[in-house]
């Protein structure tokens, strides 16, 4: 589409059926000195736990620092951890894959705020399976999967909060689309499985290109397009 400077492999380990949902081992940051780091998950299952550290030595053949936690047992990465576009700010989903207090560590370590939202409804076991970025001042999000806190929250920090309809984000994962929004030369392109009609026509009114795509296998597993990959700086 012109708005990827390269597309990177990681292979496949075997054992580790899950290194397909590629966003959930890491979040990668670059901070305020223009350092690369990435942050290590510490995963809930065992089986996705032996996943880290291929991700690990990825990041650090590409110059990246790794980062570990402390204070925590529970952390996702990128799975529930997303930045607010155009801004200096995080967002970071807790409550069944993740925990708070990695987001009061991770401000520290990256020294950026970090608004932390809880998720109450299983379905929406991650950030990125209920909450999309538009833009700066726009989100898509499924509403039943946060606490009243954190929609009260959703909506002071943005001026347009946009429902989408629990059956497309359930049955689609239409809010686990991947959104590319190049300022430099202006592309937007939105990429999601197919058949979501509100989220589709909500990406176009924002000038989306928007690629529709078959993840129907991988939803079996939990995961959709966000899911299987990470962005890299």
């Not at 990041?59 to 990128?78: C, K, V």
Request: proline share 3%; net charge negative; aromatic share 10%.
């Amino acid at each position: 589409q012109g708005v990827l400077e390269a597309v990177l492999e990681i292979k496949g380990v075997e054992g580790c059926e899950d290194m397909v949902f590629a966003a959930n081992q890491t979040f990668p940051w670059v901070t305020r000195q223009g350092e690369k780091v990435v942050v290590m998950s510490k995963m809930r299952h065992a089986s996705r736990q032996k996943e880290v550290p291929h991700f690990e030595k990825f990041f650090q053949e590409l110059g990246y620092r790794p980062i570990h936690l402390n204070r925590t047992d529970l952390f996702e990465g990128m799975g529930d951890t997303i930045p607010h576009y155009g801004k200096w700010l995080l967002y970071g989903g807790f409550g069944h894959r993740s925990k708070k207090e990695a987001y009061e560590e991770i401000a520290e370590l990256l020294q950026v705020p970090v608004v932390a939202l809880e998720l109450v409804d299983e379905r929406f076991y991650h950030l990125d399976t209920c909450f999309v970025p538009v833009n700066e001042n726009t989100i898509m999000i499924c509403k039943e999967a946060f606490s009243a806190d954190g929609l009260a929250c959703i909506k002071k920090l943005f001026n347009k909060v946009i429902e989408i309809p629990v059956e497309e984000a359930s049955d689609f994962f239409s809010l686990n689309a991947h959104l590319i929004n190049d300022k430099a030369s202006g592309k937007k392109v939105a990429i999601l499985q197919k058949g979501s009609k509100r989220t589709i026509e909500v990406l176009k009114d924002a000038g989306y290109q928007v690629e529709e795509v078959d993840t129907s296998e991988y939803i079996k597993s939990g995961g959709s397009v966000f899911c299987m990959k990470m962005m890299l700086y």
